[in-house]
T-cell receptor, first 115, second 118 residues
C-alpha cells in the first residue's frame, strides 16, 4: 500500500493563479480531509469528506474548493491564490465511524508559496 | 467549540532522560479521543499514542505514555529514555466521537518543539 500520497511536494504560485493539490489514498478509507499548517498554529481543518459525493467545510474553508468523485481521490483547488495561502498542506484519511479504527493517516505534505 | 492548548512552545531534554509535554483541552463532550502526533523534520505526521476518553487506564506505547486527567481536561505525554530520534514537533489533538459514517475532525494544539541533546 502506498498509503496517502500528495502531489506536488513543493509549489510556487503568483498571486491570482489557480492550482489543484492532489491527494489519493489506497486504503479504501471513507473519510478524507485537508489541513493547513502555519507556524505557531498547529494544523487547521480546511475541508473534509465522509464519502464519495459528500464534502463539508472545516475551520478555514475560504479560498478553497474540494470535490470527491471517487473514494480514492480528494483534490483541493485554489481558485485565485493569495499570499495568505502560503502554508504547508496535509491530506489525511481514515475509516469512518466510532469503532476506534479512526486513526488518521497523513500524506507527506505540500509546501505552497504564493508570491 | 473544542480547543486544545499546548503551553510549552519549546522543550529540551538530555538523551536517556525523561520529559513530559503538557496539553490541556476544552470540550463539553463526554466521549472523544485524544492523540499525540510527532512531526520530525521530514514533515511527516506520525501517530504516537491514542487515548479513548471512556477508558480510565492511561495509554502506553513502549517508551511513550500519557497521563489522562478527564476531570481536569489534561492530557500530558511522557517520553522515557529519550532518544535523539525523538527530536521533533509534537502535537496534541482532540477528536469528537461522531455517529457512524461521519468520520472525525481533528482539533490540534499549537505544538511543542522537543530537542533531545546528546
Amino acid at each position: 500500500n502506498a498509503g496517502v500520497t500528495q502531489t506536488p511536494k513543493f509549489q510556487v504560485l503568483k498571486t491570482g493563479q489557480s492550482m489543484t493539490l492532489q491527494c489519493a489514498q489506497d486504503m479504501n478509507h471513507e473519510y478524507m480531509s485537508w489541513y493547513r499548517q502555519d507556524p505557531g498554529m498547529g494544523l487547521r481543518l480546511i475541508h473534509y469528506s465522509v464519502g464519495a459525493g459528500i464534502t463539508d467545510q472545516g475551520e478555514v474553508p475560504n479560498g478553497y474548493n474540494v470535490s470527491r468523485s471517487t473514494t480514492e481521490d480528494f483534490p483541493l483547488r485554489l481558485l485565485s491564490a493569495a499570499p495568505s495561502q502560503t502554508s504547508v498542506y496535509f491530506c489525511a484519511s481514515s475509516y469512518s465511524g466510532t469503532s476506534g479504527h479512526n486513526e488518521q493517516f497523513f500524506g507527506p505534505g505540500t509546501r505552497l508559496t504564493v508570491l | 467549540a473544542q480547543t486544545v492548548t499546548q503551553s510549552q512552545p519549546e522543550m529540551s531534554v538530555q538523551e536517556a532522560e525523561t520529559v513530559t509535554l503538557s496539553c490541556t483541552y476544552d470540550t463539553s463532550e463526554n466521549n472523544y479521543y485524544l492523540f499525540w502526533y510527532k512531526q520530525p523534520p521530514s514533515r511527516q505526521m506520525i501517530l504516537v499514542i491514542r487515548q479513548e476518553a471512556y477508558k480510565q487506564q492511561n495509554a502506553t506505547e513502549n517508551r511513550f505514555s500519557v497521563n489522562f486527567q478527564k476531570a481536569a481536561k489534561s492530557f500530558s505525554l511522557k517520553i522515557s529514555d529519550s532518544q535523539l530520534g525523538d527530536t521533533a514537533m509534537y502535537f496534541c489533538a482532540f477528536m469528537k466521537i461522531l455517529v457512524l459514517g461521519q468520520g472525525g475532525k481533528l482539533i490540534f494544539g499549537q505544538g511543542t518543539e522537543l530537542s533531545v541533546k546528546p
